[in-house]
């Protein structure tokens, strides 16, 4: 915790910074000269997006627009730690669509004496592939909204790769709403189910996630702090975890996402934290 307050007093320190460097003194806030207007290009709206639960693309995603990820947690279980890398590249092919291709990573050590019989297997979890489709972008209302399709090939563990290959099957479409308050303020709701699908029993397991987040963008800067709220109801049981979070510019286009993680109601799990690195290589 001691790290995300050094992080968060830098953070507010090196917002007059930005605020200096700026030539144009009426404009609100810098990050508007990106979306400024552009005959050329469609309506965009800036939103401050979650960093945990990521989107596919910005909402609004403009043609040529691309992002790597990558990404570093640990959770603090009961009987294990468990601790996750990712890999994720996204880009927009066209005007309003953003696609994304994910490899998550996850490893586990005893804790407590715990034998390793009663650890998971290491494993990549899934290959992940997404779409994600801005159906509404009005500027005046500061209002974006998007509906996506992720799907997730499960794979066996480490121990078992290739026995079977492909295990299973997610399907998770989901809707995405997404409002600016004023010129700092943000609010967004990520929902939609996950449909699991395990090919050796053929049997089926639904779970619905509700997942919001409200942040506040420093001015003049891509910088902020904000929450997620990650809720999932499985079969009458509820899960919510708290993740406070903030992003960093370190240069003009390469940010780090810090997110912490409480789980308010979930019976195996402690705390966690998680580490997300943000490059947006240029494009025309």
């Not at 709206?45 to 596919?56: S, T, W």
């Not at 209002?143 to 790769?161: P, R, V, W």
């Amino acid at each position: 915790m001691k790290i995300i307050k050094y992080l968060m007093l830098i953070l507010i320190l090196a917002s007059p910074a930005y605020s200096i460097a700026q030539t144009n003194i009426t404009e609100k806030d810098s990050l508007f000269i990106v979306q400024k207007d552009d005959s050329k290009k469609p309506a965009k709206v800036l939103h401050a997006e979650p960093l945990y639960i990521d989107l596919i693309r910005d909402l609004g995603a403009r043609k040529g627009e691309k992002e790597w990820n990558l990404g570093l947690g640990l959770t603090d279980n009961l009987s294990f730690d468990s601790y996750e890398a990712l890999i994720e590249y996204e880009w927009a092919p066209m005007d309003r669509l953003g696609l994304e291709v994910e490899l998550p990573f996850t490893f586990y050590t005893p804790i407590n004496g715990t034998a390793k019989a009663l650890v998971p297997s290491n494993q990549l979890n899934s290959i992940k592939v997404a779409a994600q489709w801005s159906f509404f972008v009005n500027e005046r209302a500061k209002t974006s909204m998007a509906l996506g399709y992720i799907n997730e090939f499960e794979l066996s563990d480490f121990k078992n790769f290739g026995d079977p290959f492909i295990k299973g099957n997610v399907y998770n479409p989901f809707l995405v709403v997404a409002k600016r308050w004023g010129d700092n303020f943000h609010s967004l709701v990520y929902t939609g189910p996950m449909i699991e699908q395990n090919f050796i029993t053929d049997k089926f397991h639904t779970t619905y996630d509700v997942n919001t987040s409200f942040h506040y963008m420093i001015p003049n800067t891509r910088n902020f702090i904000g929450i997620e709220f990650n809720k999932t109801f499985d079969d009458g049981d509820f899960d919510m975890t708290m993740r406070p979070q903030m992003r960093v510019s370190i240069v003009d286009n390469l940010m780090i996402g810090i997110v912490g993680g409480i789980p308010v109601s979930r019976e195996n799990e402690r705390l966690s934290s998680f580490l997300r690195l943000i490059w947006e290589p240029k494009h025309k």
